[in-house]
């Protein structure tokens, strides 16, 4: 059994956050949900905080850093970046409810979730574009047909 190490854990929209000690991920989630008053018997996700990653196995579990930020998201939640929380209660706010918030027209209301939503898919397809990158320049890193210029190591590895 690996060594127990602290985290940190988040409910889905951040405003509750306590620190936890477990050595294995269905620790992390039977403490979680004591800890953020989760009933015991409800399914919950694990996610990093930073980017939305699910942790869906031990093997992942045990290669997270010490006091690694997680979210702990129950079966109707889904993760959002960090500061588009209020963005996104505007997109599920009711359409009669916000234009009165905003002491404005429904079809104003309704502009302002069209554009609340198109900001939150926006910071999604970024976040997905700089992961792809990071991607990409892990594998060029690690390819043996891109290197430092020299045709060396291009040519050892077309031999085989």
Not at 37 to 55: A, F, K, Q, S
Not at 66 to 93: D, Y
Request: charged share 30%.
């Amino acid at each position: 059994m690996a060594s127990a190490r602290p985290f940190k854990i988040w409910n889905q929209d951040r405003s509750i956050k306590k620190s936890i000690i477990a050595s294995c991920l269905e620790e992390l989630k039977v403490k979680g949900k004591d800890k953020l008053c989760i009933l015991p018997t409800e399914p919950v996700t694990v996610v990093l905080e930073d980017d939305g990653t699910e942790i869906d196995d031990d093997d992942y579990f045990t290669f997270l850093a010490h006091n690694t930020t997680l979210i702990l998201l129950r079966s109707n939640q889904k993760w959002l970046p960090k500061g588009s929380e209020n963005t996104a209660v505007v997109v599920e706010c009711n359409l009669d409810v916000l234009a009165h918030l905003l002491n404005d027209t429904e079809t104003y209301a309704k502009a302002v979730q069209d554009a609340c939503q198109r900001h939150l898919d926006e910071r999604s397809q970024t976040t997905e574009a700089l992961d792809l990158l990071r991607l990409y320049h892990t594998a060029r890193q690690c390819s043996p047909y891109v290197g430092d210029g020299s045709d060396a190591k291009k040519q050892k590895f077309s031999n085989t």
